[in-house]
Nanobody, 126 residues
Framework: QVQLVESGGGLVQAGGSLRLSCTAS????????MGWFRQAPGKEREFVAC????????SYEDSVKDRFTISRDYAKNTVNLQMNSLKPEDTGVYYC???????????????????WGQGTQVTVSS
């Protein structure tokens, strides 16, 4: 069973950048589709970005398109989320998640994911 650990969160001013990483132990991420989700205080967890098992397909929530980029580093067994032009509404706990399936697209629905990390806090000040 793969274990996921997020890192890279922190406090940043609006307009700044952060790079989140999701590192796996107990297995290779090469066979998993991966997603990033976030949860703001008092709100439900929501989809941010995903990539399929080979990185050929990605998908983004509309509000982060052109600002966030999801990528895979197969050598480091890591999935990253580069976040640029951050806004206060990007504040929340960011989670990475994985599902094991070889498919041509990635999933946006929380229920499709089998494994979750503990989350990393991102706070964007105005």
């Amino acid at each position: 069973q793969v274990q996921l650990v997020e890192s890279g969160g922190g406090l940043v001013q609006a307009g700044g950048s952060l790079r989140l990483s999701c590192t796996a132990s107990g297995g290779t991420l090469n066979v998993y589709g991966m997603g990033w989700f976030r949860q703001a205080p008092g709100k439900e967890r929501e989809f941010v970005a995903c990539t399929n098992w080979n990185g050929a397909s990605t998908s983004y929530e509309d509000s982060v398109k052109d600002r966030f980029t999801i990528s895979r580093d197969y050598a480091k067994n890591t999935v990253n989320l580069q976040m640029n032009s951050l806004k206060p509404e990007d504040t929340g706990v960011y989670y990475c998640a994985a599902y094991r399936l070889y498919n041509s697209m990635c999933y946006r629905a929380i229920g499709e994911y089998d494994y979750w990390g503990q989350g990393t806090q991102v706070t964007v000040s105005s």
